[in-house]
């Protein structure tokens, strides 16, 4: 944010700013922003967040994924998950849950503005709303301008940062950023959202009628997502429908590779059209009739949803992680030619240091399937011993912290980062993490030791 005279605000949020922010933040830490003050970096201990652009923090727990409800209480997947179901079954969820129990924004709650996460999706939507109700063009809202909102001044006053009684840019920014944080949405419900309107809105309206995603494959639960019962489904209602299926999901140990793939294996095995698969169109996809323990409302079909949820329980059952899943259909896809799901197994080649782990060709055909690319490469997670969030941990404390770009930490650079005991960056600590005995810390080595040390 750009400085100005005592007790205002610059009404201009500007892309530069935003970028500058980003880059000393990635560098430096996530910045704290106070009012009337720039920003201040935190250390290198264990207790702070870190972001990727365009994410912006402003000292927020993490990642940009909360709501004020969850639907279900957050625990880990496994002998939980059966539970999980339980519990649906006996609210009256009989397959996946409905979207009426959707968050309302509409609940005025008290906040700070200053723990708000900012997304680009929101300085877009702040351009877009001043482009049509900045009537005078002066960079606020007035209040007559903010009224034809239906917005009072009791639901601004937490965002009027300097109690002028206008809204600049960057309070409107953070008003919509708060809004969109109680209905759970991050930016990836955004970038979806416009995927999908853009291919099925076939008259173009801006909206999405209910028959026009009569055959659509991101949701066999589109009906739900309209809220008021007209027959289509406007902006919000798109992007707060896949907000709620995509939290849901995340309880039950589904992210977004598996999604994808179930969306992947509808593609390929669909013959009769009705975006489910059964008999023998699970087999064309070479599944087994063992799958249809997921059919969870006894239709003798799969949908997209239950056939997520199968991919998920099948990747953690393997120990592979989303990045190892992608990696292995990747692998297979860029160099299949003929779609028969083989490629010549001398294309991959092996690491000296993986040649252990024996060939990824099991049957030796001379060919490579997903299965062996997959059993491969959890061979290869298992003796890693982490996982890709303590991966991404590492990587951030090592690029944050390595002063001379060896992309490892020095006893000296441990020193350095000004960590506490209690972190993993603590020099107390550099013989428990070094375990080729060099003197330094790499990061397969900070990552084995953020998962052995992860809480619960």
């Not at 002066?138 to 009072?152: C, H, I, P, V």
Request: proline residues 4%; negative net charge; hydrophobic residues 35%.
């Amino acid at each position: 944010m750009r400085g100005g005279s005592a007790g205002r605000i610059e009404p201009r949020l500007w892309e530069a700013d935003i970028i500058a922010c980003v880059n000393r933040a990635w560098r430096r830490g996530p910045a704290f922003v106070r009012a009337n003050r720039g920003p201040q970096f935190c250390d290198g201990s264990d207790n702070d967040t870190w972001f990727r652009p365009p994410i912006i923090l402003f000292n927020r727990e993490a990642y940009g994924m909360h709501t004020t409800q969850r639907f279900l209480c957050c625990c880990n997947y496994g002998v939980i998950a059966p539970m999980k179901m339980l519990v649906l079954c006996l609210a009256g969820f009989i397959v996946t849950p409905s979207l009426l129990g959707q968050d309302d924004s509409s609940q005025s709650e008290s906040v700070d503005p200053l723990t708000i996460t900012l997304l680009e999706m929101d300085l877009t939507a702040t351009a877009k709303l001043f482009a049509r109700h900045d009537l005078d063009d002066d960079g606020t809202l007035s209040k007559s301008e903010f009224e034809r909102l239906d917005w009072t001044g009791e639901t601004i006053r937490p965002f009027d940062l300097n109690r002028s009684g206008d809204l600049q840019q960057v309070e409107v920014t953070l008003k919509l950023a708060a809004e969109r944080e109680r209905a759970g949405i991050v930016q990836m419900d955004s970038i979806l959202a416009d995927r999908y309107t853009k291919r099925y809105d076939s008259n173009r309206d801006g909206k999405l009628q209910l028959r026009e995603l009569e055959d659509n494959m991101f949701s066999d639960q589109i009906d739900s997502y309209d809220r008021n019962s007209d027959d289509e489904l406007s902006p919000d209602e798109l992007i707060r429908g896949l907000a709620f299926e995509r939290k849901f999901r995340d309880e039950l140990g589904v992210k977004g590779c598996d999604q994808g793939g179930a969306m992947g294996l509808i593609n390929q095995g669909d013959a009769d059209g009705n975006r489910q698969l059964s008999g023998d169109e699970l087999k064309a996809v070479g599944l087994d009739s063992a799958t249809m323990k997921f059919d969870r409302n006894n239709d003798e079909t799969l949908s997209v949803s239950e056939l997520a949820e199968y991919l998920a329980d099948r990747r953690m059952r393997m120990g592979l992680t989303p990045s190892d899943q992608l990696l292995a259909r990747n692998v297979i896809r860029r160099s299949d030619p003929d779609g028969d799901g083989l490629v010549p197994a001398n294309l991959f080649r092996q690491g000296d240091s993986d040649l252990d782990l024996g060939s990824p060709d099991e049957n030796g055909d001379g060919s490579l399937s997903l299965l062996e690319m997959e059993t491969y490469l959890a061979k290869q997670r298992k003796r890693l011993g982490f996982d890709d969030e303590a991966a991404k941990r590492a990587s951030i404390l090592i690029a944050r912290n390595d002063s001379d770009g060896d992309r490892k930490l020095s006893k000296a650079e441990l020193v350095a980062s000004g960590a506490d005991r209690d972190s993993p960056l603590s020099p107390q600590k550099l013989s428990l993490i070094d375990q080729d005995n060099d003197a330094a810390i790499d990061m397969q080595e900070l990552a084995r030791f953020i998962q052995k040390t992860r809480r619960p």
